[in-house]
């Protein structure tokens, strides 16, 4: 299975961009897909999550700006990040819960795409 993220780049504050993250190759089902940052010398920190029922949990800092949504039909997680803030600078990473349809469920990561916010 591939995760790969697309969409990232530099942006004045105040201003919207949108990722989006495709997921391909032995997929069964996919349970839960999310969005993670990690800003430089910082860990990786969750962002926002959706279940495959729709279900989505957001990071207060994001929450009301930030929306993730998804595709299940294109196994295709978006997040479209609205009013963005220099702190909102990082690279954004996307998973994915993939069951293999053998009782297997795996965690995969995209590749990661940079977001740039300048003030």
């Known amino acids: 299975v591939q995760l790969q993220a697309s969409g990232g780049g530099l942006v004045q504050s105040g201003r919207s961009l949108r990722l989006s993250c495709a997921a391909s190759g032995s997929i069964f089902s996919i349970n839960t897909m999310g969005w993670y940052r990690q800003a430089p010398g910082k860990q990786r920190d969750l962002v926002a999550v959706?279940?495959?029922?729709?279900?989505?949990t957001y990071v207060d800092s994001v929450r009301g700006r930030f929306t993730i949504s998804r595709d299940n039909a294109k196994d295709t997680v978006f997040l479209q990040m609205n009013k963005l803030k220099p702190e909102d600078t990082a690279v954004y990473y996307c998973?994915?819960?993939?069951?293999?349809?053998?009782?297997?469920?795996?965690?995969?990561w995209g590749q990661g795409t940079l977001v740039t916010v300048s003030s």
């Open positions: 998973n994915a819960d993939v069951a293999d349809g053998l009782g297997h469920d795996l965690i995969y």
């Open positions: 959706v279940t495959s029922g729709g279900s989505t």
